[in-house]
């Protein structure tokens, strides 16, 4: 137990490494172009393409944590932009339980994180995963999770 | 053998001398749930209740996860060795204080099973170099149980609150003392060594003693005659009588788990990355309908039903069968943990009418 | 006041199984222990004296309306040909919670409304007996008397009298719908608005700081065996194999190692989300004494919160997490 509360200052060239799940449609499109157009962001993400974000399990996040990574994002179209015409919507309201959940049990609220970026918003994309970066690195090495191998 | 006492509170002193040459486990009661845990400082005294455990010792011997081997990069390696403050160097020998005599009794049964070497008719053959490795040298403190449960039916098995098999030695509760019988070659050598806070133990007290177990056997319910048990199961593989008896089980594993003779086990790979993993053995249940789900997605044992069979059949048949006693040793912890209060008692005179009336027909 | 209850609950039984309006009563019987009950399948009217109804009626019995639990018993006992539909009539006694659990079984297709008669009855709550046998300093009970509000337990040397509101269980102390929310006929005097004052179901646990909470759950968690006996307890996990015995992927470890467990349990419980309707039958079933409580009562107060709803009490509902608001409330999305 002590050792999640060691000063951050021990992890000096620490990196996080955080995963990103991004919708088809949009936020992946979004990554692309604020490539493109040669935004910088942290590369701190490792991204996963889904076709929606009704696709995300909440296992999902769950075996991310449980697999080392520091943080999660999750990355989907706007209300009313589905390309599928409802999963944001249903999506949203399995975030809204997830997220409580996870910080219930003691998950700090910065580890998993949900955006809706569309496919022309490199920049906000860009800001998006700066924010999560910067959030993690505040947080330190997640450790609660880790599965113990 | 000679008999000795020692003061109840002077038990402290015992512990610690055995923590000079052994790991100690020891009846702790948290949360309401009481196990063996064992001994880490000098604080821990144990939970003495006059009756068993409700998680059985076997987890000493027989841990519900065991690491076979760790991989890094290629290269395997043993399991890391607990580290607690009283393990001397060059020992594992685990000593347990405490378990009740039927749970003992279940040591002696998967003995058999994995391949140490007792005199016994029937063993499996097998032998298991981790029950064997714990199990060398472990020196048993057995208590006897003063108050058996209601749920306790090891006067069906042949056992009772004050049996021998197994200990090496055998403490009675008399009041301020325990007596303490030694039962076995180990037992004898051990209370020889110097030092120990213990008396010989006078007449009145083995006289105590003996007034004690009569009263704890007479609170046990009369055993029900189930030898022939083995022989009725044999008839009743299809009978409808399974169905009756598993209609209300969940198929959860609350009684396996808890079973001090529930031996089963899966062998799983857990990995870490591509490169970091272990190989561990971890308990599963014949309750699981996936203990038996083949690759093709065909199960053998579909419903409650076969496999509720299959536990009743391997307590009371297959392990007579092969290893020469029943496979259960009458703790009653099933009927103590079952969330629908699931009897096994109830299925034993169920399957023993279901044959007198066969034979009746007959 | 207990007698007369059982009395007509098997008036009722009988008169459903003479008229032949169901194949099968499913109730509770007197199990060996004290304190315990049993679930019992009765199909014939000579049977019917054995169903009892009292404190210690402690399962949720909607669990076996799932198919996978009752594939046996669901077999109409009458030929056939006689019987126009091969499907067997099932009565069975209700708890409002029970109740409840077969509102959402119903809602969410598991059983059909027409194949079950549900005799409600009035309940007032039952024992926790993790709660007696901590204030008996876990001694054993052999014999006990319910009072008006107190029940006497006996044991070998002792006899103590507890107060009846110390050792109901939680769930049902802060039960907020008592009465069952369906039923074909209803044993028993309502007992919503009478007597005991009800509070929302709350947990302490929300007053703490994250790290807090997560040791209270380390500490919670390393305590289950992984036996599943709260998920097969459970009236509302029926999926007909769970994620946890997937093995093509295989998500889960199977050791007791802790992230693995701990996923389980919080997997399960986002997999009743809306659908929980807070019966404590996975708290009871733990032979561990595991406190999952705290999870379920945080998303279902989430859930109520969020979308308005709370499980099981109306069969014209669409399950929240089925289901979607366009003004869905999103302030934790960036």
């Known amino acids: 137990m002590s050792e999640h509360r060691k000063p951050n200052t021990e992890h000096r060239n620490w990196q996080p490494k955080i995963i990103a799940f991004l919708c088809n449609w949009c936020s992946y499109a979004g990554a692309d172009l604020a490539g493109v157009s040669r935004i910088q962001y942290p590369p701190n993400i490792r991204v996963i393409r889904v076709p929606c974000s009704g696709r995300i399990n909440p296992i999902f996040v769950l075996k991310c944590l449980q697999n080392g990574f520091d943080g999660v994002l999750v990355s989907g179209c706007y209300p009313g932009d589905c390309h599928y015409i409802s999963g944001n919507y249903y999506a949203r309201r399995k975030f809204a339980i997830l997220k409580t959940l996870l910080e219930f049990i003691g998950i700090e609220p910065g580890r998993v994180q949900f955006s809706w970026v569309s496919a022309g918003e490199g920049e906000k994309f860009a800001q998006v995963v700066k924010k999560v970066t910067d959030d993690v690195k505040k947080l330190g090495p997640a450790k609660r999770f880790v599965k113990r191998v | ?362 | 006041m207990m007698r007369s209850l059982e009395n007509e609950l098997k008036e009722c039984a009988r008169k459903l199984l003479t008229e032949k309006k169901v194949d099968l009563i499913i109730g509770y019987s007197k199990s060996p222990l004290p304190l315990r009950s049993t679930p019992c399948f009765i199909r014939e009217e000579k049977d019917v004296d054995s169903l009892i109804f009292d404190l210690t009626c402690s399962n949720n019995l909607a669990t076996y309306l799932q198919k996978s639990k009752c594939a046996e018993h669901r077999k109409p006992n009458t030929d056939p040909t006689v019987r126009m539909e091969n499907r067997c009539k099932i009565g069975i006694i209700a708890k409002a919670c029970d109740a409840r659990s077969i509102v959402q079984l119903i809602l969410e297709k598991q059983v059909k409304k027409e194949d079950i008669t549900v005799i409600g009855i009035a309940c007032t709550g039952i024992l926790d007996l993790k709660k007696v046998s901590d204030r008996l300093n876990g001694k054993e009970i052999l014999n006990y008397n319910p009072q008006d509000d107190e029940v006497l337990f006996e044991g070998k040397d002792f006899k103590k009298a507890l107060k009846l509101s110390d050792i109901l269980c939680d769930s049902c102390k802060t039960c907020l719908n008592p009465d069952p929310s369906v039923y074909d006929s209803f044993i028993g005097e309502p007992v919503s608005g009478a007597k005991t004052e009800k509070q929302e179901p709350m947990t302490e646990l929300e007053n703490l700081s994250f790290g807090e909470r997560w040791e209270y759950f380390e500490h919670e968690i390393s305590k289950c065996i992984r036996c599943y006996a709260c998920r097969n307890a459970c009236p509302l996990c029926y999926c007909e194999e769970c994620v946890v015995d997937r093995t093509n992927p295989q998500w889960f470890g199977k050791s007791t190692e802790f992230s693995d467990t701990f996923t389980f349990h919080i997997t399960r419980m986002l997999d009743t989300a809306g659908r929980c309707v807070g019966c404590g039958a996975c708290i009871r079933a733990c032979p561990t004494h595991v406190d999952l409580a705290p999870l379920g009562i945080k998303i279902e107060k989430e859930i109520k919160e969020r979308f308005g709803y709370t499980a099981g009490l109306s069969l014209d509902a669409t399950p929240p997490m089925a289901t979607f608001n366009e003004d869905d409330k999103e302030e934790f999305i960036m």
């Not at chain 2, 923590?19 to 309401?32: A, C, H, L, N, W």
């Not at chain 2, 000098?42 to 076979?68: C, M």
């Not at chain 2, 994995?114 to 060398?136: H, L, P, Q």
């Not at chain 2, 209601?150 to 069906?156: K, M, Q, R, V």
């Open chain 2, 1 to 362: 053998m000679a008999a000795f006492k020692i003061k109840k509170k002077r038990l402290k002193e015992l512990i610690d001398s055995l923590t000079k040459e052994y790991r100690v486990f020891i009846p702790v009661e948290s949360d309401g749930v009481s196990s063996f845990k064992e001994v880490t400082s000098d604080s821990h005294l144990p939970t003495i209740n006059s009756h068993n455990t409700d998680r059985p010792p076997k987890e000493i011997f027989f841990p519900q996860t065991e690491t076979l081997f760790t991989y890094k990069e290629g290269k395997i390696s043993p399991p890391e060795q607990p580290n607690t403050k009283y393990r001397t160097p060059n020992t594992d020998k685990i000593a347990i204080f405490g378990a009740s005599p039927c749970d003992v009794k279940s040591f002696s049964l998967l003995d058999r099973l994995f391949g140490m070497e007792r005199n016994v008719a029937k063993c499996s053959g097998y032998k298991d170099a981790y029950w064997i490795n714990r199990r060398t040298n472990a020196l048993i403190f057995t208590i006897g149980c003063n108050y058996p449960l209601s749920t306790c039916f090891c006067n069906w098995l042949n056992g009772g609150p004050f049996t021998k098999e197994g200990s090496d030695l055998l403490l009675t509760d008399i009041g301020e003392d325990f007596l303490v019988e030694p039962c076995s070659q180990n037992g004898e050598e051990f209370i020889k060594t110097k030092g120990l806070p213990i008396q010989k133990a006078a007449k009145v007290d083995i006289k105590r003693a003996s007034t004690v177990r009569k009263e704890a056997e007479s609170t046990l319910s009369e055993p029900v005659d189930i030898t022939s048990l083995k022989e009725g199961l044999d008839t009743l593989w299809d009978n409808p009588v399974w169905n009756e008896i598993a209609y209300k089980c969940l198929s959860c594993a609350a009684c396996s788990y808890l079973c001090p003779t529930c031996y089963c086990f899966d062998i799983q790979d857990e990995r870490a990355g591509n490169a970091r993993g272990k190989r561990i053995r971890v308990w599963d249940s014949c309750m699981f309908s996936l203990f038996t789900k083949e690759a093709s997605g065909h199960n053998p044992r579909p419903s409650s039903k076969e496999r509720m069979r299959q536990r009743i059949m391997h307590k009371f048949n297959y392990f007579v069968e092969n290893l020469g006693d029943f496979g259960c040793v009458g703790c009653g912890r099933c009927i103590r943990s079952c969330p629908v209060n699931m009897d096994i008692r109830e299925v034993i005179n169920t399957i023993k009418n279901v044959k007198l009336t066969i034979s009746n027909e007959k």
